[in-house]
């Protein structure tokens, strides 16, 4: 076994991202960047138009603002959006399940657009890791950033990921995300390799149908289950294997029945309290739970103990922390786009929705309805 203890970083890095490329049985990308960094005065509008919370609560609490243009940091792109993404993640902040420092505060933290300012730092626009990435005035990019549901956005450079391979905004916006989460998921929080048997929770959502279609891919059997026979026909056309309709079924009995008795190897759960104590009963010795979100509410307080049984592992694992560093900016980001572009992930989008408070408040109905399938944008009109 190769020791790579003390290896330097770089080495370290570049051993990772080869493991990673394998597993993930992508080629290489052969893509070229070109990287603009001629500096022009960019002149921004005094205000933006965001979706914002004064307060948190209900849907009523969601609104249509003008605010203050972000501040503009040394080392941040400057992006007018084109797309908003819809994700869970918009409700609990709204709900207030994940706190806010202060208010107005404004939500969300998916979009796409193009780029209206480089960073002004020269250190940055020197920065190899920087230039890596191919940003220009006029790109494309889709953002993964807190706070960005708005006209025009400041953000960290390396929350951007440019967009690759022919991808369009409407698409990245949609897939950014989910995409990066089913990626980083299937990898780091539980390595999906062929031969397993995998159970995804909420298959027909927008993360669910990314996992459905990542786990036929990667050789795994993968078991869902959904709300409707409908559902479950868009998830079994995206790669599932069995679909089991939890309202209509026992999804304990029918996992042990698939699986003869022994469980999955691992559970992806993004329902959260309304399916936490069943997963221990599905999963098969030494299997693991990935506890993905809360959209039935956050699991309750449990003791290691309870792994005991079958050696169980858990994990309650965030995007944000696997994607940290430029190279695994640069590398996730552009395998997702690459992916994308080769039908290895299809993006299926439900609805697309006004930029106006009433379209905002209705998308985080929808969302959290149990009605949709795919995902949810918000198109953001430009004056």
Not at 105 to 110: D, F, P, S, T, Y
């Amino acid at each position: 076994m190769l020791r790579i203890s003390r290896l330097s970083q770089k080495s370290r890095t570049a051993i990772r991202l080869s493991q990673l490329r394998s597993h993930l049985n992508i080629r290489p990308s052969s893509s070229v960047r070109s990287t603009s960094r001629t500096m022009t005065t960019a002149v921004f509008p005094e205000t933006i138009e965001a979706f914002a919370i004064n307060k948190t609560g209900g849907f009523e609490v969601l609104e249509k603002m003008t605010l203050p243009f972000p501040k503009v940091e040394p080392g941040h792109l400057v992006i007018r959006v084109e797309w908003i993404g819809v994700n869970f993640i918009d409700t609990y902040y709204r709900q207030g399940l994940y706190p806010y420092s202060s208010f107005p505060a404004v939500l969300g933290k998916e979009t796409s657009g193009e780029i209206v300012a480089l960073p002004t730092d020269p250190e940055v626009l020197n920065s190899p890791d920087f230039q890596r990435m191919g940003y220009q005035v006029g790109g494309k990019v889709a953002v993964d950033f807190l706070g960005t549901h708005s006209t025009y956005i400041s953000v960290p450079w390396i929350k951007a990921y440019t967009i690759t391979h022919g991808v369009s905004t409407r698409i990245a916006g949609a897939g950014l995300v989910q995409g990066l989460t089913a990626l980083s998921f299937f990898e780091e929080a539980y390595k999906v390799k062929k031969g397993d048997t995998i159970l995804i929770h909420t298959i027909a959502g927008g993360l669910g149908l990314l996992m459905a279609q990542l786990g036929k891919h990667l050789g795994a059997t993968v078991i869902g289950t959904t709300s409707t026979k409908e559902k479950a026909e868009m998830a079994k056309a995206h790669g599932a294997d069995h679909v089991i309709l939890y309202k209509e079924e026992d999804t304990v009995k029918r996992v042990l029945e698939i699986t003869n008795g022994v469980g999955v190897d691992a559970v992806f759960d993004g329902v959260g309290k309304d399916t936490f104590e069943s997963n221990f009963e599905m999963l098969r010795r030494k299997g693991t739970l990935v506890s993905v979100g809360n959209a039935s509410g956050a699991v309750p307080p449990m003791s290691p103990l309870k792994l005991l049984p079958k050696n169980l592992e858990l994990c309650r694992p965030t995007m944000n922390h696997y994607i940290v560093t430029p190279d695994e900016a640069y590398f996730y980001g552009d395998k997702l786009f690459e992916m994308i572009s080769a039908g290895v992930l299809r993006i299926n989008i439900f609805k697309e929705y006004p930029f106006t408070q009433e379209g905002a408040q209705q998308a985080q109905k929808d969302l959290t309805g149990g009605k949709t399938t795919g995902k949810l944008l918000i198109k953001v009109t430009q004056d």
